[in-house]
């Protein structure tokens, strides 16, 4: 007769549960996995799928009961791993779409928002486009994978229930992407904008020149067909950029 004790019974349990939590917190954060149009079920099948995959790799874990302030302790660890692995790449996402923000601003089409299917909230439209082109390089290069694999070795950076070093390198990592937003939206919006700014200051000029021109009926269209000729123009440099911005994002997180 097959008896199982208690002892056991919470090892098990804590051998799925704990790696579920950091499974689970990284899907709930991370770009493209957290899309508002994947239902909550799959989501969280998904994570029961990677952590059931994931346990049986890990070393013994700390016989911690998930009721006791030691288990909470832990898992609350668990969830921070987690988000911290989905923010760093949503930090890169934010800056995408910031630029196209910026892009939209200098292009007259601030007011011309739309509902964003990454973030589930309205956006310009710009901010939008840009932000489905990224998880479209995102898909492209495996970056779900790479997610997955990365928060795979995180168990081996960061064993369960054991205090690492390495929390405070996580946390400072975490700190310098979330300071690159801003030069990732300037590095991507810069050659646009350099463009629209010289467009208006000679829209500028010339109602200086000619004050009965009608700055709304001739600078606004004149604006949008600039900036968007130049978002078609600088396409393949663009995606690139986002490509390399992505890959190193992913590069940190497996370091």
Known sequence: MLSVTDAQLIAWVNAFLLPLARVLA????????????????VKIGLGA???????????????????????????????GVGVAFGFTLQ??????????????????????T?????????SPVTGTFLSIIASL???????????????????????????SGGSALMARDLASMGGQVFSIALHLSLPVVAVLTICNLALGVMMRAAPQLNLMS???PISLLVGLWMMWICAPQLVEAMQGHLANGMAQLMR
Do not use: C, R, Y
């Open 26 to 41: 990284m899907i709930a954060t991370a770009p493209v996995l957290n899309h508002k149009s994947i239902p909550v079920t």
């Open 49 to 79: 799928l990677i952590a059931a995959l994931i346990a049986p790799t890990l070393p013994p874990l700390p016989n911690a009961i998930l009721l006791s302030w030691n288990g909470i302790l832990v898992l609350l660890q668990q969830i």
């Open 218 to 220: 001739i600078g606004f």
């Open 114 to 122: 739309m509902m964003n299917p990454q973030s589930g909230m309205a």
């Open 91 to 112: 930090l890169i996402f934010s800056g995408i779409e910031f630029a196209g923000d910026l892009i939209g601003m200098q292009m007259g089409l601030s007011f011309a």
């Open 137 to 163: 390089v995102f898909l492209s290069i495996d970056g779900h994978l790479t997610m997955v694999a990365a928060i795979s070795e995180s168990f081996h950076a960061f064993p369960i229930g054991i205090p």
